[in-house]
């Protein structure tokens, strides 16, 4: 038998997907051959999927820790039992401490419409929990996107194939976004050019025309110099300028501080590329920019993507098809669809950032403390900023700490209860894509493995041991699907959940003509192109704090996401372990060879690798992949707009050992 579905992962490219059957056991899952987007393809991590669903590691019963946290010893009880001690243990922190001593963590583990966010939203807005800021991917870009557009969706990936001239800005789309790739290549055999813009020589950036290597958080100067040197040669588009945008005149005089000359000495380019990438993004057309969050880890990330953002306005590339900037197609979905009817209105409890999760489990002034921590969907002991902070505060016995995962994470470990979380063909879901427009429903192939749980049947089942007998916790994932779906939008026309049951996917219903912006009508509350709004086109300069190299923790490792897949046997060999790359000059002044076992360290941690030398980073910079255990490195800094992390500011010192 097969079943159709989809990959809920967090990943632009949500890859529908058909699940084969055999005598009540998953045997074979393929990338859906009829998507018109993903075309039958998946990726190097989800081609062994159920890896994933028979790991012999698999978490399948619920578990309660035995021993020290951290050192993950659990016994197995039963459902009835870890349901009940854990409402016991909330009720009794609602009467002494208030709702807000109880946070929930929880991200992108799971993308999906009510997965990522739906029952659990209903339960922690009843128990007035305190509220987390999940910001630690995407808002801060938005928000720099937004500042300049109003919107966080302009272009789609169909334009790509159209455009003459494609900037990767500070995007591995061969890792994080394999199926734009086919479009680049179209437009490259049309005779497009490619450009990337990215501190690390990354898989995407070797298959380039041109690699432009700038500093880590230097874009916006990058832009500012390109801006300076379009106008200073009369290239603008004056006409677009002057209908269509505001504070021309104010980002004009703005430019007249960055010649390339200094925009080469903030970026570490030579003032000559700079020109000649002004010149070359100027004098093609139609040309597209391609961003999704790798710039925006820094102090400086939003003001670097509303600078980038504004330079198709500059020279008019939203006039034609393929001209203007590619960043995300999600929001188009949240027009269509209801999302409010799957989660909640959250009562005004205090907030707390969950890139600063470290800081508030150790922070002894919190009023009221923090008494319990309820983790799903996330693995802050791995993913989140200066992990031994997080750690310190994971291990404190006086919070009552619980995971929801399939699998024993860095995070679990620290659990009091670990409850087994149902695999993606266990479950149902609508998924919407944030790099494509095909909404795909997510059918269940197979039961759930031993006892595990959907996220929504979690807190159903907690809600009821809670006592809650709310209408709200009663709703099936279908119900709350077809809630969500219960619109007139015109995106949606014509769709049904019966005809999203049969066939799978669905495209948004969008207009055929779709040019945005090439007559104007941004939708910012002006509508015009703000060039000037906060937060300004700026460059804030580099991090502060001591160190000489700046170190990027992105996500070059092919084989897992995030942290997820690191645990399996497959992925992880295939991987081939962490490393630290350094450019030769670096090394050379360190006595580092290639292969040579050197310490990475900073004030918030020191981790021990084997160094490789090559031309894998610029000079000043070093490079670890995102997966392991960078995190115990990197600055949990607040970047400037948008709530989001500092991470690629993080500075360290390598001495080989
Ligand atoms: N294989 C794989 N795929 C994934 C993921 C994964 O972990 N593994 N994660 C998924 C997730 S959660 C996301 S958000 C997306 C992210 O997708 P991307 O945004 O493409 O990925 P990142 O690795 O965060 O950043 C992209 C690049 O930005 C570069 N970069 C860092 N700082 C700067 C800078 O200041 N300027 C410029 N120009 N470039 C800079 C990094 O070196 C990196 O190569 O990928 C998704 N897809
Ligand atoms: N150094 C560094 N740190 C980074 C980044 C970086 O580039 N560098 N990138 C940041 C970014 S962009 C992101 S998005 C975050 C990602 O951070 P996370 O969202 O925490 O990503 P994962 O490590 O994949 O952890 C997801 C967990 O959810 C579990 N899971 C999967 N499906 C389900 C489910 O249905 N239910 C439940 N309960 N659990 C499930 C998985 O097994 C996994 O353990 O990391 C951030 N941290
Ligand atoms: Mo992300």
């Known amino acids: 038998m097969i ?24 045997v074979k899952l393929l990338g859906a051959r009829d998507h018109p987007y993903t075309r039958g393809g998946l990726c190097a991590k989800v081609n062994h999927y159920l890896d994933r669903v028979y790991s012999p590691d698999r978490v399948l019963h619920p578990m309660r820790r035995l021993g020290a946290k951290g050192e993950g010893r659990f016994e197995r009880v039963s459902w009835g039992q870890a349901l009940e001690e854990i409402a016991g243990r909330f009720q009794s922190i609602l009467e002494a401490e208030g709702g807000e001593a109880i946070l929930p963590y929880s991200y992108a583990g799971n993308m999906g419409l009510i997965q990522y966010a739906g029952m659990d939203r209903r339960f922690f807005a009843r128990l007035g929990a305190s509220r987390l800021a999940r910001t630690i991917c995407g808002d801060t870009a938005n928000a720099g996107v937004s500042a300049a557009l109003g919107t966080t969706t302009a272009l789609l990936p169909e334009d790509v194939e159209h ?29 497009a050019r490619l450009v990337v813009v990215d501190p690390l020589r990354t898989r995407t950036a070797q298959e380039a025309d041109w690699h432009v290597q700038p500093l880590p958080g230097s874009d916006a100067a990058l832009a500012l110099g390109m801006m300076h040197v379009i106008v200073a040669e009369g290239l603008q588009d004056q006409a677009y300028l002057d209908a269509y945008c505001n504070d021309w005149p104010r980002l004009r005089r703005r430019l007249e501080e960055y010649p390339p000359e200094r925009a080469a000495r903030l970026t570490g380019l030579g003032s000559e590329e700079i020109v000649s990438l002004a010149r070359a993004y100027a004098g093609t057309r139609p040309a597209l920019i391609r961003t999704m969050v790798g710039p925006e880890k ?30 995300w197609t999600r929001s188009l979905f949240s027009e269509a669809i209801d999302t409010r009817a799957v989660g909640a209105r959250q009562p005004k409890t205090r907030t707390i950032s969950m890139i600063q999760i470290g800081r508030a489990l150790t922070d002894a002034s919190l009023a009221p403390p923090l008494r319990a ?14 992990s031994n902070l997080v750690r310190q505060g994971l291990a404190r016995d006086d ?29 149902t879901d609508l998924l919407f894509p944030s790099g494509h427009t095909y909404k795909t429903l997510n059918r269940p192939a197979i039961p759930p493995e031993g006892e595990s749980v959907a996220n929504t049947e979690l807190f159903r089942r907690l809600a009821g041991a809670m006592g809650w007998r709310e209408p709200e916790f009663e709703q099936t994932d279908e119900e709350m699907i077809r809630a969500a779906l219960d619109s007139d939008h015109p995106y949606l026309r014509g769709l049904s959940f019966e005809r999203l049951w049969e ?155």
């Open 298 to 327: 820094h102090a400086g990330g939003a003001a670097a993507l509303r600078t980038i953002a504004c330079l198709p306005a500059l020279v008019g590339a939203w006039r034609e098809r393929g001209g203007g900037l590619l960043h």
């Open 373 to 386: 921590l309820f983790v799903y969907n996330s693995n802050p002991a791995a993913i989140a900023p200066n």
């Open 399 to 427: 919070i009552f700490t619980v995971v929801h995962d399939l699998f024993v994470t860095e995070t679990a470990r620290y659990a009091d209860y670990l409850l087994p979380a149902a695999s993606f063909i266990e479950q």
């Open 3 to 26: 079943t159709k579905g989809g990959c809920p992962h967090d990943c632009p490219d949500t890859c529908a997907w058909e699940v084969t059957v055999e005598e009540g056991r998953a």
């Open 163 to 191: 455009a003459r001239f494609i900037v990767l800005w500070g995007t591995n789309t061969l890792v994080t976004n394999l199926h734009l790739w086919p479009l680049v290549r179209r437009a490259r055999s049309a005779g």
């Open 503 to 657: 066939r799978g996917w669905a495209p948004l219903e969008l207009p055929a003509d779709r040019l945005p912006f090439a007559q104007g009508g941004f939708p910012t509350p002006s509508g015009r192109c703000e060039l000037f709004r906060d937060p300004e086109p700026g460059y804030l300069g580099p991090p502060v704090d001591g160190y000489p190299l700046t170190m990027v923790s992105a996500k070059t490792a092919l084989h897992f996401l995030n942290s997820s897949y690191s645990h399996l046997p497959r992925h992880a060999r295939a991987e081939g372990g962490p490393a630290v790359s350094l450019d030769p000059a670096d090394a050379a002044a360190r006595s580092i060879a290639d292969g040579d076992s050197v310490r990475v360290w900073n004030d918030r941690g020191a981790l021990e690798l084997p160094a490789r030398v090559g031309d894998g980073v610029r000079p000043g910079v070093v490079a670890i992949p995102h997966g392991y255990s960078a995190n115990v490195l990197t600055s949990d800094g607040i970047a400037d707009a948008g709530g989001g992390g500092d991470f690629y500011d993080t500075r360290v010192e390598v001495t080989r050992v």
